[in-house]
């Protein structure tokens, strides 16, 4: 059985605006998601990527100005949307408070491709040893 205590999850910036805290990944035992969850302040997100695998963005409060290619939507708490594999996609805060979003991934290891090169594109690797 393997349990997980979030309150012993850091939160890490992932870059200016953005915390992030990691639930399940090959870091720590996940075989086949990758689930996180992030924290934005007003008019920062996550820049335009895309992924090998199928993802979930999940609103949990706040309000966020959701896209896929140049199709954009609004998501308010309680609303997520389903990003297709290999699509480019990104999100940012479109209202005043803090946006907390949730991510699934349909793979226990972060990976993203994207338009910005200095972004980080791999994380939460598998435990060595």
């Known amino acids: 059985m393997n349990i997980v205590d979030l309150n012993a999850q850091p939160r890490e910036e992932w870059r200016s605006g953005v915390l992030t805290r990691m639930r399940v990944s090959a870091a720590n035992g996940g075989t086949q998601l990758c689930l996180f969850e992030q924290w934005c302040e007003p008019g920062h997100g996550a820049p335009t990527h895309l ?72 994380r939460w690797l598998p435990r060595s040893g």
């Open 51 to 122: 992924h090998a695998v199928e993802e979930v963005l999940h609103v949990l409060e706040g309000e966020a100005d959701v896209w896929i290619d140049d199709r954009h939507a609004k998501l308010a708490s309680g609303q997520l949307m389903i990003v297709p594999a290999g699509r480019r996609h990104g999100f940012a805060n479109c209202g005043s408070t803090t946006l907390h979003i949730q991510s699934t991934l349909a793979a226990p290891v972060f990976e993203a491709a994207y338009d910005d090169k200095r972004e980080t594109s791999r």
